[in-house]
């Protein structure tokens, strides 16, 4: 069980703004990322290499870490002078990410976590498969009237829809699939404290309703904002897979015009599931000042028959947005393993000899008698395993006299 304690301070957070790009600076930009793709290529192919030299000869002790990266482009700037034309902090910090991205898969490796579960090695990134995507640490950027000035002389009009909390730590430059190009700046996020209600609540996952809670009013149905554009998404694939183009061949303007119409349709959906996430994640934490949720990691549905549905419910980008508000907002967010959660009795805590079928929905306790929905049963449990007692949050029918349930 993870508890993120009321008060505590929410970390950082991303604020994300469009950027007016000029024909010159997108030039620039393009020009800087071709650069920074080369030297993540050059990071996988320096890693492949010292994987085989390992394999060949174990007693050597032969490292590509971060520090050997490092070395390699300074060498590499030093006789290319391709290289050494753009700014040296975007490219070292994409040898940041990549040492993050290699040292997560080899700690999943050492782990023996299953294949399923694993974040595989870094691999090369393809010109047309991979959008720009510049980092820049705050020595490599300034803001001023407004524009922000990017190391090697780029720069770009920032469309500020709002006021920055603070000083920005660092600043992310990338494009989206529209085309459309993005500022996005590290900032410490201060914890906005809300009134106490002293109120509680206990909060399950779900396909067929995204969120089942101990408050009735606080429940999140499923939108299906995919499903709503599942017809209008089908048809530009379909245009896609008519105008696609033999493999070698460039795309045809109706094919590249027919792609751009379905990453809009995706981002919509993206867009209205992400803001039906935070509004119902703001009103929970507005009115509650413990939230015990349910730790759901929905990977594995995307294997199921419920694939297509689970997807479009979204569980983890709400989850996050969920636990995010709470950290935000100063309340207590206790995340609580699923394990057996629709097999123990919220009132008793009696656990069924067997797990409950998805078609049923009513759980029924054999040893107290207590008859709830499935999920309001599961609700209730997180409040248990989180300390809080959850009798009377909501309606509960058993079988037994009035006088022998608690208060």
Not at 65 to 86: C, F, H, S, V
Request: net charge positive; charged share 30%; with cysteine.
């Amino acid at each position: 069980m993870i508890t993120t304690p009321a008060g505590a301070d929410s970390g950082h957070a991303r604020y994300t703004y469009r950027i007016r790009v000029s024909a010159t600076a997108r030039v620039a930009l393009l020009a800087e990322w071709g650069r920074c793709r080369w030297v993540w290529n050059e990071c996988v192919a320096k890693s492949k290499a010292v994987h085989q030299r390992s394999k060949a000869h174990p007693q050597d002790k032969l490292t590509c870490g971060p520090a050997q990266l490092d070395k390699m482009l300074t060498d590499a700037r030093r006789i290319t002078p391709w290289l050494a034309e753009g700014a040296s902090v975007p490219q070292q910090q994409i040898i940041r990410d990549f040492g993050k991205s290699r040292s997560k898969a080899l700690k999943d490796i050492r782990d023996r976590l299953p294949m399923r579960r694993r974040a595989g090695m870094p691999r090369f990134k393809k010109k047309d498969l991979s959008g720009p995507s510049l980092n820049y640490t705050r020595r490599g950027f300034r803001l001023c009237d407004g524009r922000l000035h990017l190391a090697g002389g780029i720069v770009v009009t920032v469309v500020w829809s709002r006021e920055l909390p603070a000083q920005p730590s660092s600043v992310r430059v990338y494009r989206d699939g529209l085309g459309h190009w993005y500022a996005s700046f590290v900032v410490p996020a201060p914890s906005e404290p809300l009134p106490a209600t002293g109120a509680v609540i206990g909060v399950d996952w779900g396909v067929r309703q995204i969120a089942t809670t101990t408050s009735d009013v606080h429940d999140l149905p499923h939108p299906r904002h995919g499903k709503k554009l599942a017809g209008k998404l089908a048809r530009y694939q379909r245009m896609m897979a008519r105008r696609k183009c033999p493999k070698g061949k460039p795309a045809t303007r109706g094919y590249r015009k027919a792609a751009r119409q379905t990453a809009k349709v995706h981002k919509k959906i993206a867009r209205q599931r992400e803001d039906t996430g935070r509004k119902w994640a703001k009103k929970v934490a507005r009115d509650h000042d413990v939230i015990a949720v349910e730790d759901f990691r929905p990977k594995f549905l995307a294997k199921t028959t419920m694939a297509h549905k689970a997807a479009d419910a979204a569980v983890g980008a709400t989850k996050r947005a969920l636990i995010e508000m709470g950290r935000k907002h100063g309340r207590t967010v206790h995340a609580i393993n699923p394990a057996h959660t629709t097999m123990d009795c919220a009132q008793c805590g009696a656990r069924a000899k067997h797990a409950l079928p998805l078609s049923e929905r009513t759980y029924t306790c054999t040893a107290c008698g207590v008859v709830s929905p499935r999920d309001k049963n599961s609700a209730r449990v997180m409040l248990v395993r989180a300390g809080l007692y959850p009798a009377g949050v909501d309606r509960v029918r058993s079988d037994r006299p009035q006088d022998d349930q608690a208060a």
